[in-house]
């Protein structure tokens, strides 16, 4: 029985990294337009480059929580396939696999089976020129070089208007998957947001865990509502005691 689960901003909200869809319709205080699009970057890459050096920097204060550690125990007691896709660009998910060295170190940038950074990841950066990725946990300046000499270093992130990572090996898994869970998402962005019709089109029972009903409530077989902190570890429980 194969398993895939999508994660968003809403899982990591009780680490106290903000979600992207506030009332206020800001992030951090930004309209997305101005610093996660490509033309924002051209316009202003100072401003760019600090706002992601402020995430990445906020990355230093929080920890994964109960619902990052349930899926990475989820990943190593399942006997079926497991697929981990997640829009978030913090690391949480990756540290939470860590307490698990039998689910294996990451292949360098391709993403290892387990997990894949569909959005990209705020402690990589990216030549704007010759695209190789590096690990970056320090501030990024406008004119970080590459070892190339021919470009500069950007964030490793997907911004609005870009193609998200992976989508082959995405929308293959989701195409094969039994059960297909989406936690902490709004369903607001596509493609990520268009994985649940595919999951229903091949078979595959859909659950949706959130804070409240999203927008695709319909789309899902089953919902758990509350804080993921809690949900998830209790869907994880009873998927592990009782299967599919
Ligand atoms: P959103 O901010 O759109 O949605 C967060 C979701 O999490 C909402 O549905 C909330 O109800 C839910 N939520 C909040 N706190 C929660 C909690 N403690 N427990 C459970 N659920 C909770 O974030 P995403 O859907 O991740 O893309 O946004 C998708 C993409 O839009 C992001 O990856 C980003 C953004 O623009 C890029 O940067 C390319």
Redesign the pocket.
């Known amino acids: 029985m194969n398993i895939v689960i999508l994660?968003?901003?809403?899982?990591s909200?009780?680490s106290g990294v903000?979600?992207?869809?506030?009332q206020d319709g800001l992030?951090c205080g930004h309209r997305?337009e101005d610093v996660?699009t490509p033309e924002a970057y051209e316009r202003n890459p100072v401003l760019v480059q600090s706002f992601y050096n402020t995430r990445r920097a906020q990355l230093r204060e929080v920890q994964p929580n109960d619902?990052h550690h349930a899926l990475a125990r989820l990943e190593r007691d399942w006997d079926g396939d497991y697929l981990l896709v997640t829009?978030?660009?913090d690391d949480l998910h990756d540290r939470a696999r860590d307490a698990y060295p039998e689910l294996g170190r990451r292949d360098a940038f391709a993403g290892r089976p387990g997990l894949i950074h569909?959005?990209?990841e705020l402690l990589k950066a990216r030549c704007t020129e010759c695209e190789q990725v590096c690990h970056w946990r320090a501030d990024l300046e406008v004119h970080s070089a590459c070892v190339c000499q021919n470009g500069v270093l950007r964030p490793h992130?997907?911004?609005?208007g870009?193609m998200?990572l992976m989508m082959h090996a995405i929308e293959r898994a989701v195409a094969q998957c039994d059960l297909f869970v989406s936690?902490?998402?709004?369903?607001?962005?596509y493609p990520?947001?268009g994985f649940v019709q595919l999951a229903r089109a091949a078979g595959a029972e859909t659950v949706e865990?959130?804070?409240?009903p999203?927008v695709q409530r319909g789309l899902f077989d089953r919902g758990y509502y509350?804080?993921?902190?809690a949900?998830?570890p209790l869907f994880v429980e009873e998927l592990l005691s009782t299967g599919l």
């Open positions: 994660t968003g901003a809403g899982i909200a009780e903000p979600t992207f869809r506030a992030w997305v996660a619902a829009q978030n660009v569909m959005h990209g992130i997907v911004w609005f870009e998200p936690i902490g998402t709004s369903g607001a962005v990520a947001a865990i959130n804070l409240e999203t509350g804080l993921a902190g949900q998830v």
